[in-house]
């Protein structure tokens, strides 16, 4: 019977769902490359599951002035990610990705990442790797991490997820308020011509209706508000 | 190739496998449109599941005065689990109506909520209900809902009822409903359980099943407010008529938003799709008895739907007429009654008749027409049916596979999204749509590049031109590099990637088509949603982009399924002759 909630109002907790549509839009509005938001969307999850919430608006900061390109690779067998002080997030993936393939490949599944900003922030390669059921080690020293990959073994290993599925992560239910109005920025503004890109019918600016208007009830107000030179404001 | 838990044996595996279609006769949007109700579609599925397990629905108190304006309480018990349903009712106001999700008038809204609900939560979900997206929902609590009443209807079926005389069926039957779901909420949002949270032996586990209650729900407490509000303007006034309260239904509107649910949950479709497809195959693989009695019920069947489309009285904009539907179903009822004949009469030459019935109307009848018997067939095998449900529980989490080689991975694009190259994608950006939520309520629209503005996020899953500029660098790599390599020097790459890499082996999962265009029709996609997985009838179309359609539609009502009295083949329902 457990569920996500509100309970004291200074803290709330919010669920897998919220978080993720959240910081899916919070990376939107930094415009990142699109095809990189769902991986940072789940480092930002992960991170805030760690105890990372408060970070969040410094980190969304630092990506949005991100150059991905700038990470370079060296070695083979025991690569090492070059960040060129680079969020650590924009290795994270990557590290993964690679200490995945040296260990599904015979390797030792061990990768080197140095110079990341935020370098501490490489640990949500310890949640990120359970979604390949390994468990991943991250050793963060001043200026280099080692994450090293190994096949799980107990299934706590691989449970975050499920964790946070089920229990909702506890959150300052300001921060989130904040964050959640900050998200907003990467929906569209309302307009007249906006509101003819949806629902069942088109109301002109001077009345007319554009389709057929069965069982429909609308308050013809709510589709005109500043329509140019609009002649109707009130319901049919 | 089977979504039973326990799998057939190989021998049959094979002969289903082989009876089911494949994604290129599928994928394309007007085929998943043309896609009809079934006992797979989950509102169907969850009267199976109410029906056979006797669920008890009790209306605990009904506190509310004759404008409209009060509150009401359901306790819903299936089998050992119990849910509370919370009802806050308000009198209509014009102002603000819509049944677009702008909407900020509404005459009901409700919860969901696991367990027996205590009066501090039942007062808090009332507070926080209409704050909606800054609401938090209590402990427990499943989904949020919220309805509005059909205005004409409801008052018309008031207005019958409290001058002593039954509604008018010929009146009601335009839309076969009452009050209309404008919004279904949970899975997270707002506070509300995860699906995947659900415990292993809880009864709304298997996907949508929890949305679909609360639409039931819905619909009970439409007609006891329509019978109550009666009964407080005239005390002496007739029950609602048993027949006409099964043929209402709930109404349902949908919109653009679908599009963007098909893109975010491609497991939950391809699970469904072939759910639907192996129970189709396993019907058509029914031999039939000596009596041919499966070929009698089909036959009944196949004569409940030409009635149902002949009787149907709803305006359709582009979709099919139902008359035109009709005389389509006749030709397949031709075909059943023959082959019912043949059987009866010892002339059995077919190893497999229903598969050979089929095959032979394939091409012959409409694509509903043709859909409308695959969805009949279903009910040949309701166990089977009901079993592959069960087994909707979907982890739409997607992971990569970065040891593949790029010649792996570019076989795999190659193979699985080959429809995507045969389509035409050099349009003008500036002729292309753009998917966008608007801050007012996240209302999903859709709109030319030109007139969104290029500020605005585009939501929509550009499929196959991700893939195609993914392929165009693939096949500039070395095709040894693995995917892990190959990201690191392309990381834009990496969603459309883990995509394909998460989605390889299945094929049901996205509709072959360039959603971006001005030549794609949006409802195609809703429909499939509505008609096909939530079970929706009479969907109307408005301006190829809005439904509106009923769910239940011929229902039992609560009582049937309470006693043990209800019709498993409830669906298609007659007009009531009052």
């Known amino acids: 019977m457990s569920t996500c909630q509100s309970n004291l109002a200074t803290s709330m907790t919010v669920s897998l769902r919220e978080m993720r549509m959240v910081f899916e839009r919070l990376l939107q509005v930094t415009r990142i490359e699109s095809g990189l938001v769902p991986a940072l969307r789940d480092c930002a999850v992960y991170s805030a599951a760690l105890g990372g919430f408060a970070r969040l608006p410094a980190t969304l900061e630092t990506i949005s002035k991100a150059t991905p390109s700038a990470l370079s690779l060296e070695g083979s067998d025991d690569p090492v990610i070059h960040c060129g002080g680079q969020h650590a997030w924009l290795a994270a993936d990557a590290a993964l990705e690679l200490a995945v393939e040296i260990l599904k490949t015979g390797g030792r599944g061990i990768v080197t990442v140095r110079n990341a900003a935020d370098i501490g922030e490489l640990r949500v390669i310890e949640a990120l790797a359970q979604r390949f059921g390994l468990k991943a080690i991250v050793a963060v020293g001043a200026d280099r991490a080692t994450i090293a990959v190994t096949p799980a073994t107990d299934p706590d290993d691989i449970a975050l997820l499920d964790k946070i599925r089920r229990d909702g992560v506890d959150v300052d239910a300001a921060l989130w308020w904040e964050l959640y109005h900050r998200s907003a920025e990467a929906l569209a503004p309302d307009s007249y011509l906006s509101r003819r890109h949806a629902g069942p019918i088109i109301v002109e600016a001077d009345g007319k209706v554009i389709g057929r208007q069965d069982e429909d009830e609308t308050d013809f107000s709510l589709l005109l508000a500043d329509a140019p030179n609009s002649a109707v404001s009130a319901k049919h | ?578």
């Not at chain 2, 349009?427 to 030319?448: D, F, I, N």
């Open chain 2, 1 to 578: 190739m089977t979504a039973l838990r326990r799998p057939a044996p190989a021998q049959d595996a094979y002969r289903i496998a082989r009876l089911m279609r494949s994604a290129g006769e599928m994928m394309a949007p007007e085929r998943l449109a043309a896609i009809q109700p079934s006992r797979v579609s989950a509102s169907r599925a969850l009267l199976s599941h109410a029906i056979r397990g006797r669920w008890q629905i009790l209306c605990k108190r009904f506190e509310i005065d004759e404008k409209g304006n009060g509150v009401a309480e359901y306790r819903i018990d299936i089998g050992s689990w119990r849910f509370s349903f919370p009802v806050f009712s308000f009198e209509p106001s014009p102002h603000g109506r819509t049944g677009r999700i702008i909407g900020r008038a509404w005459d009901m809204m409700g919860a969901l909520i696991e367990g027996d609900l205590s009066q501090v939560d039942f007062e808090t979900t009332r507070n926080e209900l209409p704050k909606l997206y800054e609401g938090r929902a209590t402990p427990g609590t499943l989904i949020w809902c919220r309805s509005n009443r059909s205005g004409r209807f409801f008052e018309s079926a008031r207005q019958a009822l409290t001058a002593g005389r039954q509604p008018d069926v010929a009146e009601l039957a335009q839309t076969c409903y009452l009050m209309r779901n404008t919004g279904l909420d949970g899975n997270g949002t707002f506070g509300t359980k995860s699906f995947l949270a659900y415990e292993a032996d809880h009864p709304l586990r298997w996907s949508l099943a929890a949305q679909m209650l609360c639409a039931y729900m819905m619909r009970v407490f439409a007609q006891d407010l329509l019978q109550h509000l009666v009964r407080l303007g005239s005390p002496q006034a007739p029950d609602m008529a048993k027949d006409l309260r099964r043929f209402l239904g709930v109404g349902n509107g949908s919109a653009l938003g679908l599009m963007l649910f098909v893109n975010n949950h491609p497991r939950l479709i391809e699970r469904w799709l072939f759910i639907r497809e192996e129970a189709i195959a396993r019907a058509k693989a029914v031999l039939p008895d000596d009596a041919g009695s499966q070929i009698t019920k089909l036959l009944t069947l196949v004569d409940k739907a030409i009635t149902f489309r002949t009787q149907d009285r709803a305006a359709y904009e582009n979709f099919t007429r139902s008359d035109v539907l009709a005389e389509e179903l006749q030709i397949i009822r031709r075909a059943v009654a023959d082959l019912l004949q043949r059987w009866q009469a010892g002339n059995r030459f077919e190893a497999e008749p229903f598969a050979e019935l089929a095959a032979s109307l394939e091409g012959r009848v409409h694509a509903e027409a043709m859909e409308t018997l695959h969805s009949l067939l279903i009910e040949l095998v309701p166990d089977e049916a009901d079993a592959l449900v069960d087994g909707l529980v979907i982890d739409e989490e997607l992971t990569g596979r970065p040891e593949m080689p790029v010649h792996r991975l570019r076989d795999l694009i190659r193979n699985d999204y080959a429809w995507a190259f045969k389509l035409n994608l050099e349009v003008p950006a500036s002729e292309r749509y753009v998917w966008y939520k608007s801050v007012t309520a996240e209302e999903p629209r859709r709109g030319l590049a030109t007139e969104v503005g290029q500020n605005v996020v585009n939501l929509g899953l550009d499929l196959p031109r991700l893939v195609v500029a993914l392929d165009r660098d693939l096949s500039a790599a070395d095709p040894n590099l693995s995917t892990a390599r190959f990201l690191f020097a392309h990381p834009q790459h990496r969603a459309i990637v883990t995509r394909v890499q998460a989605l390889a082996g299945t094929s049901l999962h996205s509709p072959h088509a360039d959603i971006m265009s001005g030549s794609f029709t949006p409802a195609h996609i809703t429909r499939l949603l509505n008609v096909g997985i939530h079970g929706i009838d009479k969907t109307r179309d408005f301006l190829d982009r809005n439904l509106r359609g009923v769910l239940f539609h011929g229902a039992p009502i609560p009582e049937d399924i309470a006693s043990g009295s209800a019709d498993e083949l409830w669906f298609y329902p007659a007009e009531p002759n009052l």
